[in-house]
T-cell receptor
């Protein structure tokens, strides 16, 4: 079946521009996560959605970052006034709410480069 | 603060056994997961330990000691395709998972 998809796969933008990253989770998965991974680093938790609500936004690095989820499905992560330090791979994952093993299914990521 | 410690790199020979350790210090603990990530790829789930002891899945096993805040991933009969980064991750509750920085495994012929 279809896995988690993300678009675009690559995004190059100029400093100061806004970008929008999209995530399509696995159908039926109610939990959705956004992570950021800098080159050679671990995964930095950004935000989590249960359905359309985000009970934990503590990981968002600054108020330039926002995210929403509609219809309990697609999610968008928006970065306003991008900075060079925002360059990273942004990964989305979904899970069937509280699976017994907490397995998260990851998408291929969006590689963001801010010039 | 919350932290997970794992070695940055491990090198082993094809056919050998390798153990990747993970120690954690988190405000909450529900379970320890392991993920594999090949270069340019997405992390994929390997295992989850909620209780103390060893869980075996084919060539991979994962161990947890909650009293020691410690776990490890054991890879047996190493193959070249096992060359990848391996992340330990703690589910702290509230649907939040904290990932370690990853261990890069190099498998040599």
């Amino acid at each position: 079946g279809a896995g988690v998809s993300q678009s675009p796969s690559n995004k190059v933008t100029e400093k100061g521009k806004d970008v929008e990253l999209r995530c399509d989770p696995i159908s039926g998965h109610t939990a959705l996560y956004w992570y950021r991974q800098s080159l050679g680093q671990g995964l930095e938790f950004l935000i989590y959605f249960q359905g359309n609500s985000a009970p934990d936004k503590s990981g968002l690095p600054s108020d330039r970052f926002s995210a929403e989820r509609t219809g309990g499905s697609v999610s968008t992560l928006t970065i306003q006034r991008t900075q060079q330090e925002d360059s990273a791979v942004y990964l989305c994952a979904s899970s069937p709410s509280r699976g017994y093993n907490n397995e998260q299914f990851f998408g291929p990521g969006t590689r963001l480069t801010v010039l | 603060g919350q932290s997970l410690e794992q070695p940055s790199e491990v090198t082993a020979v094809e056919g050998a056994i390798v153990q990747i350790n993970c120690t954690y210090q988190t405000s909450g603990f529900y379970g320890l997961s392991w993920y594999q990530q090949h270069d340019g790829g997405a992390p994929t789930f390997l295992s989850y330990n909620a209780l103390d002891g060893l869980e075996e899945t084919g060539r991979f096993s994962s161990f947890l000691s909650r009293s020691d805040s410690y776990g490890y991933l054991l890879l047996q009969e190493l193959q070249m395709k096992d060359s990848a980064s391996y992340f330990c991750a703690v589910y702290t509750g509230g649907f939040k998972t904290i990932f370690g920085a990853g261990t890069r495994l190099f498998v040599k012929a």
